[in-house]
């Protein structure tokens, strides 16, 4: 729990206001032009009511589950863990080789990541042709795959940060318990499961909450490679709260939009509490 | 814990308060009057940057103790509108003069955005130069002139002769209807299956581009419209709607128009423009009158042999009915900030920035269809390129967007339905009823009417 506050405290503190003016403007008919963009009214709840039965929004709850699952909690997250792992045997260059290639995806502007994205998997991009110059005919991953393209950028542009994070934990474990392991015959899975993990358990819940939390807000990565399409088939809820809010300058049915995503980035949270609690019986 | 939060609290109301008044030390004094100008600038739009950068120099020089700020905001449609909304929604960042997109001008008047001009533009001489369209496009619902056009523009069919002529189709192209359209094209495919014999946008993607420059001139070509002018209601459910978008289904099924994935990349009319058009490898698209901006000496995707290789025609109505083509128009204007501090100041600059040498020299570089009838007179004008007398022809046959406030999700709507159709996830009946509903989920019932 400990270690989790501070980053809590510090997003609370730094997200607070525009949190709560967004929930606030979420009650409201604010616009971006027309009538009501000075003078907003008060609507209630009218615009979760129309939430509710807007298509397109149970599709964009969806796909924002599955983009956090597939490129935070397992793409990301366990990448960054198996690197760093790997790390800590490699020889020295190798290791600061691989270092700097994964972390350089990282400490490009987002914008910047996300065109080298676009560009690696666009028809005519770099990935087709590498397919084409080996004789394999590539896809429009863009186009057929919108998730698969998005959620792979994804881990290749933020698994530099777990991988840190990890590496750092992987340091602090003491060697001597792993040799005592090694001594009484412990395997490597053995070592890995019942003492490694156990002993950076703090820093597993730390980042799985950090990378979630990045994730749910991820909007230029998708934005530039898909712009939520073809057909909403990669629209997630940031996504879709931009294009509500600014595109069709309905603010209050957009931050309506946003006011979930900050539930479901609580839930997420919880559960990480929750599960780091329970570990520690 | 407690320690640092309080530290950052006190950093930031820090932060805050030198920010504020560092801001307020910029408020204008008596004498030193500032204007705030926004407006659009992009790598193939310099045009405008170009004005404003001549009518500062000029006004500053002529005014004594005014400085004229010039914020461009390097951004597609789109975003430069959104990012004016927000600049617009507060008193404290709002513009004194700002470059305004004409279907905004309804609901930016409704937000109480813009200034009335009435009064200012008795009084200036050049006023009556412009022609009766293009004082009806800065006209709010009250009947008041809210914005001065900058210039107008019209669509119609790009057709690269080679193209045309190697399927045997004898130039100058005129299509009666739309079944000349795919006869022409099916020719074309015949003739070089490697071709995207006429293409015309679909999808989100494209946004107002999909409409504006394919499903409108569809539309409006019909016994159907898209709303009611005098009832001021949503059409749902016409047969004009359906055909529309059976015909774009045809194209795209019949492999005449680019592919589904490639109509939906934000990006598809560069490679129009700075590709498939010049190489060759395209018959003909629907563009609007703007088009040889791209191609002329200065422009984004220079090709000297466009004067010579391209030929435009009207779009023609279904079956050839009255009035026998179909082109819409929109343009943009500059408007005065309901909020300006010097409104009077404002509006002189908004004038000179708009005098005859500055309308002439945006009008020829900008590709635009002029507006004031004295630059509309000028050699300069009417040289600028092969196309302009065509292209300002096509004035008589044109339509301009309902901008209602409602409009932007309408024509998302019809995006949707567009997109929908191109990529087979539903039939035009199916798309059309989808957006039946769309429309009146969106305006209520009693906005809609069924024709």
Same mark, same amino acid.
């Given at each position: 729990?400990?270690?989790?506050?501070?980053?809590?405290?510090?997003?609370?503190?730094? =997200?607070?206001?525009?949190?709560?003016?967004?929930?606030?403007?979420?009650?409201?008919?604010?616009?971006?032009?027309?009538?009501?963009?000075?003078?907003?009214?008060?609507?209630?709840?009218?615009?979760?009511?129309?939430?509710?039965?807007?298509?397109?929004?149970?599709?964009?709850?969806?796909?924002?589950?599955?983009?956090?699952?597939?490129?935070?909690?397992?793409?990301?997250?366990?990448?960054?863990?198996?690197?760093?792992?790997?790390?800590?045997?490699?020889?020295?260059?190798?290791?600061?080789?691989?270092?700097?290639?994964?972390?350089?995806?990282?400490?490009?502007?987002?914008?910047?990541?996300?065109?080298?994205?676009?560009?690696?998997?666009?028809?005519?991009?770099?990935?087709?042709?590498?397919?084409?110059?080996?004789?394999?005919?590539?896809?429009?991953?863009?186009?057929?795959?919108?998730?698969?393209?998005?959620?792979?950028?994804?881990?290749?542009?933020?698994?530099?940060?777990?991988?840190?994070?990890?590496?750092?934990?992987?340091?602090?474990?003491?060697?001597?318990?792993?040799?005592?392991?090694?001594?009484?015959?412990?395997?490597?899975?053995?070592?890995?499961?019942?003492?490694?993990?156990?002993?950076?358990?703090?820093?597993?819940?730390?980042?799985?909450? =950090?990378?979630?939390?990045?994730?749910?807000?991820?909007?230029?990565?998708?934005?530039?490679?898909?712009?939520?399409?073809?057909?909403?088939?990669?629209?997630?809820?940031?996504?879709?709260?931009?294009?509500?809010?600014?595109?069709?300058?309905?603010?209050?049915?957009?931050?309506?939009?946003?006011?979930?995503?900050?539930?479901?980035?609580?839930?997420?949270?919880?559960?990480?509490?929750? =599960?780091?609690?329970?570990?520690?019986? | 814990?407690?320690?640092?939060?309080?530290?950052?609290?006190?950093?930031?109301?820090?932060?805050? $308060?030198?920010?504020?008044?560092?801001?307020?030390?910029?408020?204008?004094?008596?004498?030193?009057?500032?204007?705030?100008?926004?407006?659009?600038?992009?790598?193939?739009? /310099?045009?405008?940057?170009?004005?404003?950068?001549?009518?500062?120099?000029?006004?500053?020089?002529?005014?004594?103790?005014?400085?004229?700020?010039?914020?461009?905001?390097?951004?597609?449609?789109?975003? &430069?509108? *959104?990012? %004016?909304?927000?600049?617009?929604?507060?008193?404290?960042?709002?513009?004194?003069?700002?470059?305004?997109?004409?279907?905004?001008?309804?609901?930016?008047?409704?937000?109480? &955005?813009?200034?009335?001009?009435?009064?200012?533009?008795?009084?200036?001489?050049?006023?009556?130069?412009?022609?009766?369209?293009?004082?009806?496009?800065?006209?709010?619902?009250?009947?008041?002139?809210?914005?001065?056009?900058?210039?107008?523009?019209?669509?119609?069919?790009? &057709?690269?002769?080679?193209?045309?002529?190697?399927?045997?189709?004898?130039?100058?192209?005129?299509?009666?209807?739309?079944?000349?359209? $795919?006869?022409?094209?099916?020719?074309?495919?015949?003739?070089?299956?490697?071709?995207?014999?006429?293409?015309?946008?679909?999808?989100?993607? /494209?946004?107002?581009?999909?409409?504006?420059?394919?499903?409108?001139?569809?539309?409006?070509?019909?016994?159907?419209?898209?709303?009611?002018?005098?009832?001021?209601?949503?059409?749902?459910? +016409?047969?004009?709607?359906?055909?529309? %978008?059976?015909?774009?289904?045809? $194209?795209?099924?019949?492999?005449?128009?680019? *592919?589904?994935?490639?109509?939906?990349?934000?990006?598809?009319?560069?490679?129009?423009?700075?590709?498939? %058009?010049?190489?060759?490898?395209?018959?003909?698209?629907?563009?609007?009158?703007?088009?040889?901006?791209?191609?002329?000496?200065?422009?984004?995707?220079?090709?000297?042999?466009?004067?010579?290789?391209?030929?435009?025609?009207?779009?023609?109505?279904?079956?050839?009915?009255?009035?026998?083509?179909?082109?819409?128009?929109?343009?943009?204007?500059?408007?005065?900030?309901?909020?300006?501090?010097?409104?009077?100041?404002?509006?002189?600059?908004?004038?000179?920035? %708009?005098?005859?040498?500055? +309308?002439?020299?945006? *009008?020829?570089?900008?590709?635009?269809?002029?507006?004031?009838?004295?630059?509309?007179?000028?050699?300069?004008?009417?040289?600028?390129?092969?196309?302009?007398?065509?292209?300002?022809?096509?004035?008589?046959? /044109?339509?301009?967007?309902?901008?209602?406030?409602?409009?932007?999700?309408?024509?998302?709507?019809?995006?949707?339905?567009?997109?929908?159709?191109?990529?087979?996830?539903? +039939?035009?009946?199916?798309?059309?009823?989808?957006?039946?509903?769309?429309?009146?989920?969106?305006?209520?019932?009693?906005?809609?009417?069924?024709?």
């Amino acid at each position: 729990m400990l270690p989790v506050v501070p980053s809590v405290l510090l997003i609370l503190l730094f =997200l607070a206001a525009p949190i709560l003016w967004s929930f606030h403007a979420s009650f409201t008919n604010a616009a971006l032009t027309g009538r009501n963009a000075r003078n907003p009214a008060w609507t209630g709840v009218e615009n979760y009511v129309r939430l509710l039965g807007d298509s397109a929004f149970p599709a964009a709850v969806v796909l924002t589950v599955v983009f956090v699952a597939a490129s935070a909690v397992v793409g990301q997250n366990m990448l960054g863990l198996l690197i760093a792992g790997l790390m800590t045997r490699a020889r020295r260059p190798v290791a600061a080789v691989v270092g700097t290639a994964v972390v350089a995806a990282w400490v490009l502007p987002e914008i910047v990541a996300a065109f080298a994205a676009y560009a690696y998997f666009s028809k005519d991009g770099t990935l087709n042709q590498v397919l084409g110059g080996a004789g394999m005919a590539g896809a429009d991953w863009l186009y057929a795959y919108p998730m698969v393209a998005v959620v792979l950028a994804n881990i290749w542009r933020g698994t530099a940060f777990s991988m840190l994070v990890y590496r750092a934990a992987l340091a602090d474990v003491p060697q001597d318990i792993s040799e005592a392991a090694l001594m009484d015959g412990a395997a490597g899975w053995q070592r890995l499961v019942f003492i490694t993990l156990p002993l950076i358990r703090s820093s597993i819940a730390t980042n799985l909450m =950090l990378v979630t939390l990045q994730t749910l807000a991820v909007f230029t990565l998708i934005w530039v490679m898909t712009a939520g399409g073809p057909s909403n088939a990669s629209t997630t809820l940031p996504v879709l709260a931009y294009q509500e809010a600014f595109k069709f300058g309905d603010i209050g049915y957009g931050t309506a939009i946003a006011s979930v995503l900050i539930v479901l980035g609580l839930v997420f949270g919880i559960a990480y509490v929750r =599960l780091l609690r329970g570990d520690k019986r | 814990m407690h320690r640092p939060a309080k530290f950052l609290v006190a950093l930031f109301c820090a932060t805050a $308060l030198v920010a504020t008044s560092a801001c307020s030390a910029e408020q204008p004094a008596a004498e030193n009057k500032t204007l705030k100008i926004v407006y659009q600038k992009t790598d193939s739009f /310099t045009a405008l940057d170009t004005l404003f950068k001549d009518a500062k120099k000029d006004f500053e020089a002529a005014n004594q103790g005014t400085t004229v700020d010039l914020q461009p905001i390097e951004a597609n449609d789109d975003d &430069y509108g *959104t990012k %004016l909304s927000l600049a617009l929604r507060s008193a404290e960042t709002a513009p004194d003069v700002f470059y305004e997109d004409t279907f905004k001008v309804r609901s930016d008047v409704d937000a109480g &955005y813009l200034l009335k001009l009435d009064g200012y533009l008795e009084k200036w001489s050049d006023w009556k130069l412009y022609n009766e369209a293009a004082k009806a496009a800065g006209t709010g619902d009250d009947g008041g002139i809210y914005a001065v056009p900058l210039g107008t523009d019209t669509r119609a069919i790009w &057709y690269n002769k080679t193209v045309l002529q190697k399927a045997g189709i004898t130039v100058p192209w005129q299509p009666r209807n739309w079944d000349e359209i $795919l006869e022409a094209a099916r020719k074309m495919k015949a003739a070089d299956p490697s071709l995207v014999p006429f293409n015309m946008y679909a999808g989100k993607a /494209t946004g107002e581009g999909t409409v504006m420059q394919s499903f409108y001139e569809l539309l409006y070509g019909t016994d159907s419209e898209l709303y009611d002018q005098q009832e001021k209601k949503w059409v749902v459910g +016409s047969q004009g709607f359906k055909d529309s %978008l059976t015909f774009l289904k045809t $194209l795209y099924d019949e492999g005449l128009a680019v *592919t589904p994935a490639e109509a939906l990349d934000a990006n598809v009319w560069k490679k129009v423009f700075g590709e498939w %058009l010049p190489k060759g490898k395209m018959g003909a698209t629907v563009e609007g009158s703007y088009t040889p901006s791209f191609w002329q000496k200065g422009g984004n995707y220079e090709w000297a042999g466009y004067a010579d290789d391209m030929g435009v025609a009207k779009f023609p109505t279904q079956r050839g009915q009255e009035p026998g083509g179909v082109s819409m128009s929109g343009g943009w204007t500059l408007a005065v900030g309901a909020d300006s501090k010097n409104p009077d100041l404002a509006f002189k600059f908004l004038s000179e920035a %708009l005098s005859k040498k500055n +309308s002439l020299a945006f *009008t020829v570089s900008g590709s635009q269809i002029a507006v004031r009838t004295d630059v509309a007179a000028e050699p300069e004008y009417l040289a600028a390129n092969p196309f302009v007398k065509d292209v300002s022809e096509l004035v008589s046959v /044109t339509h301009y967007r309902p901008a209602t406030a409602d409009y932007p999700r309408i024509s998302a709507a019809v995006q949707v339905a567009t997109e929908a159709v191109i990529t087979g996830a539903l +039939s035009p009946q199916e798309a059309a009823a989808q957006y039946d509903k769309t429309v009146k989920d969106l305006v209520g019932d009693a906005k809609v009417v069924q024709k």
